[in-house]
């Protein structure tokens, strides 16, 4: 069985607010991955989705979710000036 690593490189630490975007929308990715493994099915699935305002909607709140972690670990990219 392939072992899917969800926080890439192991750290949620970002130099700047779209690098954590990005990391965000990864790790939603790789949570559909773990969740459905089969790469076929995953593909046939995206007509259904791509075509569903209610599952888009869902998308995007689940990367939301995960930017908001992002972005708490990340002391929402202030430092000290």
């Known amino acids: 069985m392939e072992t899917t690593t969800l ?3 192991n750290s949620l630490m ?4 779209e690098e954590g975007r990005q990391l965000a929308i ?4 790789l949570i559909i ?3 459905q493994p089969d790469a076929q099915i995953r593909e046939n699935l ?3 989705y791509a075509n569903d305002a209610m599952l888009l909607l ?3 709140h689940t990367v939301a979710i995960e930017f908001s972690t992002i972005a708490a ?3 929402y990219w ?3 000036r």
């Open 73 to 75: 670990a990340n002391d």
């Open 33 to 35: 991955k773990t969740t």
């Open 78 to 80: 202030r430092s000290p």
């Open 7 to 9: 926080i890439p490189a």
């Open 58 to 60: 869902a998308v995007g």
């Open 26 to 29: 990864k790790m939603a990715r």
């Open 46 to 48: 995206r007509a259904v």
């Open 14 to 17: 970002t130099a700047t607010p």
